[in-house]
C-alpha cells in the first residue's frame, strides 16, 4: 500500500487555501515524488512504514504540501508532465523544451521547498543554506 504524507487539511494549511477536489490523488501522487526522492534515504519507520521521528514525520508532510503546491504552480496535474518539459499542450500533441531534475532527489523534478523541506533535516545530500 502506497504511504501518503499528507492530508486534505494539511494541504490546506500550508497554501493557506482550501484543498481542491481532486486533493487526494494529488497527495498521493505528490507522496510518491518523495518516495522516489527518498529512494536511498534511512530512517526509522514503524510497521506502517511511516517514519517514527516527529521531525521526519512533519519534514515528509511539508514536503508532500510543497511538492503539490510546486505542481499546480507549474500547471501539473500531478502527472509529472508539466514539470519535465517547458511547454506542454495536449490537442494536438505538442512538447517542448526538456529540463533536467536534481540527482541529489534521483531525478525527480521536486519543488524547491519540497527538497528544501527533506534537505533540512537530513534525507537529502548536501548542505542547508
Known sequence: MARVYATPADLAA???????????????????????????????????????????????????????????????????AAGRWDSVSLGPVSLSGRRGASTATGGVDLGPRAEGALRAVGLLPGVIC
Request: contains cysteine; aromatic residues 4%; negative net charge.
Open 14 to 80: 500550508w497554501t493557506g487555501q482550501p484543498a481542491p477536489p481532486d486533493a487526494e490523488r494529488l497527495l498521493g501522487r505528490a507522496s510518491e515524488d518523495i518516495d522516489r526522492a527518498l529512494l536511498t534515504a534511512v530512517y526509522d519507520t514503524g510497521a506502517d512504514g511511516m517514519p517514527t521521528e516527529t521531525d521526519v514525520r512533519d519534514a515528509l508532510r511539508d514536503a508532500t504540501c510543497a511538492q503539490v503546491e510546486y505542481q499546480q504552480a507549474t500547471g501539473d496535474d500531478g502527472t509529472g
